[in-house]
Structure formats: structure tokens, C-alpha cells
Nanobody, 122 residues
């Protein structure tokens, strides 16, 4: 079982930056950030393997950066040049099982989730 605790959300103006953190209780193979806006389905934002390989949704490429502190099991999401459409509840997800492979994982492929942190862009 993996416990995930997120922090770092808040309100920011368009064009601003926010950094999200997610502390994992143990080693994982693949971690990711997902978001869900009101009335919309949960969508993948970025994923990272424990070897450092990263994968991004087209909507955030060049603006968001996912990173992992392997020594501390802390996942980060640096979000820059925020837009109103980035407003959502952001969730950290993780799994230690290596199948499916990280770049192909959907939300339903992650067994462990954080409680979510709200990001509001105005």
C-alpha cells in the first residue's frame, strides 16, 4: 500500500506559477499528476518513471515540469504560465507495479491516489 500526501495548491493569477508536492510513503515505479475540473473527466497531466523518464499532456508541454526526488520519495509539479483552463483539482497518483508501462497509464491504471489539492487561476 502506498500513501500519498499532496500540498502546494492555491490561487494564482493568469501567467503565474505554482509548485505542487506529493510525498509518497514508499518506492513506486510510476507516479503522475492528474487533474479534474468541475463537470469534466479526470485527465492526465504528467507522468514520471523512477528512472526519470517523463511524459506530458500536450496541453501542458513547455509550461509544466514533473520531477521526482527519489531519495525522499517526493513528487513535484512545477506549473508555469498558468491559464484559466488549468484551474482544477490536482491529484497525485502512484503505483509500484510495472504494468502497464508508465507512458501508457491511464487514471484507472493507478491504484494509489492522494486527496487532491485545488489550483485556481483567475
Amino acid at each position: 500500500h502506498v500513501q500519498l500526501v499532496e500540498s502546494g495548491g492555491g490561487s494564482v493569477e493568469t501567467g503565474g506559477s505554482v509548485r505542487l508536492s506529493c510525498v509518497a510513503s514508499t518506492y513506486t515505479y510510476c507516479m503522475g499528476w492528474f487533474r479534474q475540473a468541475p463537470g469534466k473527466e479526470r485527465e492526465g497531466v504528467a507522468r514520471i518513471e523512477n528512472n526519470g523518464s517523463t511524459y506530458y499532456a500536450d496541453s501542458v508541454k513547455g509550461r509544466f515540469t514533473i520531477s521526482l526526488d527519489n531519495a525522499k520519495n517526493i513528487l513535484y509539479l512545477q506549473m508555469n504560465i498558468l491559464k484559466p483552463e488549468d484551474r482544477a483539482m490536482y491529484y497525485c497518483a502512484a503505483d509500484w507495479y510495472p504494468v502497464p508501462q508508465c507512458p501508457n497509464r491511464r487514471a484507472s491504471d493507478f491504484r494509489y491516489w492522494g486527496q487532491g489539492t485545488q489550483v485556481t487561476v483567475s
